[in-house]
């Protein structure tokens, strides 16, 4: 197996590992390491595959945030690269709700172009998973919402890849058409 192959499975078990009992909040409730992959494949698709770090720091990029790791172990297992980005995408979770998401509009133009391409792709992915399998208890004012806000952190992250940008915006419109959202 070629090195970039290995640390890519590498950190696919980590992540699986990592986000075990974690599911998503659809109706459907996905394995939560579903989400992971999309963004990696994401970042792979509109990257010629060629960053494997980047691709890495996208199958990783909620480890620190939702499961404890810690920067340290990322940057042992995968390198100071990849931690560094995961690190740029991971919320402070002392902070409320509300503010962590008013930092991420604010603090996104300012992010690294990797951390930019991960969010970007995050992002897509939550609107999908919001698209297929909407949150149950999401009336249609939560997920224009939610729309709206993941529009205003993408809007600070455009610049860097062409292609995430129109994957975001055509998702963006399937779900204004779809749930019949105003367009912010």
């Given at each position: 197996?070629?090195?970039?192959?290995?640390?890519?499975?590498?950190?696919?078990?980590?992540?699986?590992?990592?986000?075990?009992?974690?599911?998503r909040?659809?109706?459907?409730?996905?394995?939560y390491?579903?989400?992971?992959?999309?963004?990696?494949?994401?970042?792979?698709?509109?990257?010629?595959?060629?960053?494997?770090?980047?691709?890495?720091?996208?199958i990783?990029?909620?480890?620190?945030?939702?499961t404890?790791?810690?920067?340290?172990?990322?940057?042992?297992?995968?390198?100071?690269?990849?931690?560094?980005?995961?690190?740029?995408?991971?919320?402070?979770?002392?902070?409320?709700?509300?503010?962590r998401?008013?930092?991420q509009?604010?603090?996104?133009?300012?992010?690294?172009?990797?951390?930019?391409?991960?969010?970007?792709?995050?992002?897509?992915?939550?609107l999908?998973?919001?698209?297929?399998?909407?949150?149950?208890?999401?009336?249609l004012?939560?997920?224009q919402?939610?729309?709206?806000?993941?529009?205003?952190?993408?809007?600070?992250?455009?610049?860097?890849?062409?292609?995430?940008?129109?994957?975001?915006?055509?998702?963006?419109?399937?779900?204004?058409?779809?749930?019949?959202m105003?367009?912010?």
């Amino acid at each position: 197996m070629t090195e970039p192959a290995q640390k890519l499975t590498k950190a696919m078990l980590f992540a699986a590992k990592k986000h075990t009992d974690q599911r998503r909040k659809g109706e459907r409730a996905e394995p939560y390491v579903n989400h992971l992959v999309e963004v990696a494949d994401l970042l792979a698709s509109h990257t010629d595959g060629k960053n494997i770090n980047l691709i890495c720091a996208g199958i990783l990029h909620d480890t620190i945030e939702d499961t404890g790791t810690k920067y340290e172990e990322l940057k042992k297992e995968f390198g100071e690269n990849v931690a560094d980005i995961v690190k740029e995408c991971t919320d402070d979770k002392s902070l409320p709700k509300a503010e962590r998401k008013r930092l991420q509009i604010v603090n996104a133009p300012h992010k690294s172009d990797e951390a930019k391409m991960v969010k970007m792709a995050d992002k897509i992915s939550n609107l999908r998973s919001i698209l297929d399998s909407p949150p149950p208890d999401w009336d249609l004012a939560r997920k224009q919402q939610y729309f709206d806000w993941a529009k205003n952190v993408v809007d600070g992250c455009r610049g860097v890849n062409a292609g995430l940008e129109t994957e975001f915006d055509n998702t963006y419109k399937r779900g204004v058409k779809s749930f019949g959202m105003k367009v912010a």
